[in-house]
């Protein structure tokens, strides 16, 4: 049988909130019986975009999640009141609208996703819009409003739905024991870490940005990867475990001693001080870009700027 599945990914969320207003906008003044009775205009939210914010100022990054009722298929919800939470054959999770009329139930989901509504005197949630699907809809109406398509909705198999978590590296939000039915694409922007930094020298006195530095990311004597500063003398590695530990990032770029900078992971992302080598050796420093660093370059400027650098690069060479 084709179950229900949603995946949502984190990469192409924009945060414009189109699918909470969406479901307002099924829901709000809509009582779809028997699936449930309308949703509360204001303060519950069966949808909701949180912010997520890794780094530090002026590094930042800010993640959109979109999260909503999971339809789990281990669901906390259900095995605390079997008799109010009910699942579907479709994988679908509902709640019994004539048995919920007591605010207790509300704490049947530890993910925050059931309330009370007072108005309705019923406890509510995300219903997948099951009374659309019934009537033959392909998405429910916050997959249909995302823009961006970071939510997709999926109907298959089970066998096919595990094909595809492990292609696309679909992850749940949660630790995974509650079985979600729905996954998330690029999960690394909100339960990983980077760390950053920028690698600079002193060229004729003035501070510049080392390009193409090789940069070497270790625990203990190992190195775990491997990457080159960009065209501004940055560096940037992601998908680094929270809690990892001690690590450490080496330097090495022509013309400079190689310098090593500790850090330690624990549940945030890491922006190192600047790293200025060759200090003080003015021109014995100038480092030069090579093919790969004006590559690089190229991608980042506009075409104007991209030619003065085609023409400065040809210069150096020769
Ligand atoms: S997310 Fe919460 S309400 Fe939804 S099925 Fe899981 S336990 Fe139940
Ligand atoms: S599936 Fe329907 S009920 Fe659930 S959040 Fe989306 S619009 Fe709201
Ligand atoms: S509609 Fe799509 S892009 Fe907009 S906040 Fe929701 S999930 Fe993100």
Redesign the pocket.
């Known amino acids: 049988m084709k179950k229900f599945h949603m995946i949502?990914d984190l990469e192409?969320?924009?945060?414009?909130?189109?699918?909470?207003l969406a479901c307002k906008d099924e829901h709000v003044g809509n009582e779809w019986l028997p699936y449930t009775k309308e949703q509360q205009k204001h303060d519950l939210k069966w949808i909701d975009?949180k912010v997520h914010e890794r780094g530090v100022a002026p590094y930042t990054e800010i993640t959109?999640v979109?999260q909503t009722c999971q339809h789990c298929d281990n669901a906390p919800c259900e095995k605390k009141y079997p008799e109010v939470f009910q699942k579907r054959s479709d994988g679908i999770m509902l709640i019994d609208i004539n048995k919920a009329n007591d605010p207790k139930y509300a704490d049947a989901c530890p993910y925050g996703c059931v309330s009370w509504n007072e108005t309705a005197q019923n406890v509510q949630k995300c219903t997948g819009c099951a009374h659309l699907i019934d009537g033959g809809w392909k998405e429910p109406r916050?997959v249909q409003?995302?823009?961006?398509r970071?939510?997709q909705t999926v109907f298959c198999e089970d066998a096919e739905w595990d094909r595809l978590v492990e292609r696309q590296g679909l992850k749940p939000i949660t630790d995974g024991s509650n079985k979600p039915r729905i996954l998330y694409k690029n999960l690394y922007m909100y339960n990983k870490c980077f760390v950053k930094g920028v690698v600079s020298t002193y060229v004729d006195g003035l501070e510049e940005g080392v390009i193409d530095a090789k940069v070497e990311l270790k625990i203990g004597n190992e190195t775990i990867y491997e990457c080159r500063t960009d065209y501004l003398g940055e560096f940037y590695i992601d998908r680094i475990p929270k809690n990892t530990g001690k690590m450490a990032v080496v330097i090495t770029a022509e013309g400079a001693e190689p310098l090593t900078r500790d850090f330690e992971i624990q549940d945030k992302s890491i922006v190192l001080d600047p790293i200025l080598i060759g200090e003080g050796e003015a021109k014995a420093n100038v480092i030069l870009p090579n093919e790969h660093a004006l590559q690089q370059a190229l991608d980042h400027m506009t075409s104007y700027d991209a030619e003065d650098a085609r023409k400065a690069f040809a210069k150096e060479k020769k």
């Open positions: 949502i192409k969320c924009a945060g414009c909130f189109n699918c909470f975009v959109y979109t916050c409003a995302c823009a961006t970071a939510m």
